[in-house]
């Protein structure tokens, strides 16, 4: 059974006007409920990832900030959310999810997590509505327990996965891949393993053409027994943020590529979501759930 991380507090409460569309963590399981595409059973809840296990990815200066709530007003305004304790406390619930996921996945193939995804958050930092990094903390999970000998991480976002190939910088054993927008977020780029800009207004054709010639290198480079993808679905036509133009089939295109690929190489495969900023929220949900389509038309 394909299992997905989903607790009530993702959808967390923002101040009123925010840009971030945080309504679309409940709606997301709700959609695939209603359409039949899961049941209840498919969904489990995370309990809260210990201090132990954060501290193999981030920095204890910047951890105990975040815990004891006294991360400077500067470095709050960078991650785009005000501190609070049921924020930091569905942080540690999506990292958990993303770990128990990847467990879940050796188990069955695949697992998602309904949030996650936080690519912007360095060893020491957080920006970009990311705190802790919910993907290279599980990947480190991984290795400290030598669960994975080389992992491939994914990340399709339309804004590079910076903090998680700053965290990875050094670490041979994880390979990062990020297929983003030249002139988008974050405007100081780390390093990636593997890194492909693109122009703004990159459409269908183009996008899919240069995601499988790399996709491939990727895998070749990599040799991974471990793979985390990162489908966010902020490179649509329709996102306020992305200046990308794929259609939702480019979009869900895209995530069939990365999935078959995992599946027809036998490699384990945890999904969290990442990010989506479309005005209207609909176009956000359907692109995203179609992503659990694709994986479970695979794996069923």
């Known amino acids: 059974m394909i299992k997905i991380a989903y607790h009530h507090l993702y959808a967390h409460p923002l101040p009123e006007g925010h840009r971030f569309p945080m309504l679309k963590y409940e709606l997301i399981p709700e959609q695939l409920l209603h359409e039949g595409i899961i049941t209840p059973a498919n969904l489990f809840e995370p309990e809260s990832v210990s201090e132990e296990i954060v501290l193999w990815t981030h920095h204890p200066d910047y951890w105990i900030q975040l815990r004891d709530l006294t991360l400077p007003a500067k470095e709050q305004r960078r991650i785009g959310f005000p501190l609070n304790a049921q924020l930091l406390a569905r942080e540690l619930r999506i990292t958990q999810g993303t770990i ?12 998602f997590n309904v949030a996650g995804g936080t690519h912007h958050s360095g060893s020491n930092w957080g920006e970009g509505f990311c705190l802790l990094n919910d993907q290279a903390i599980a990947a480190n999970y991984l290795l400290n327990n030598n669960l994975s000998t080389s992992i491939l991480i994914i990340d399709l976002d339309v804004h590079q996965g910076n903090g998680t190939a700053e965290i990875f910088s050094k670490e041979s054993r994880v390979f990062t891949f990020s297929m983003h ?23 269908d054709e183009e996008y899919l053409d240069l ?90």
Do not use: W
């Open 211 to 300: 995601l499988r010639n790399h996709l491939q290198m990727a895998f070749d480079q990599a040799k991974p027994d471990f793979v985390f993808y990162l489908s966010g679905v902020d490179v649509l036509s329709t996102d306020k943020l992305g200046k990308i133009a794929l259609s939702k089939a480019a979009c869900k295109e895209r995530d069939r590529m990365v999935i078959q690929a995992c599946k027809t190489k036998g490699l384990p495969l945890q999904i969290s979501m990442g990010g989506g900023y479309s005005t209207a929220i609909r176009d956000i949900v359907d692109a995203h759930c179609n992503t659990y389509k694709v994986a479970f038309d695979l794996y069923h």
């Open 100 to 111: 128990d996921g990847a467990r879940y996945a050796m188990q069955n193939g695949i697992a």
């Open 181 to 203: 927008g030249d002139k988008n977020f974050p405007f100081r780029k780390e390093q990636s393993d593997l890194d492909v800009p693109l122009d703004d207004g990159v459409e």
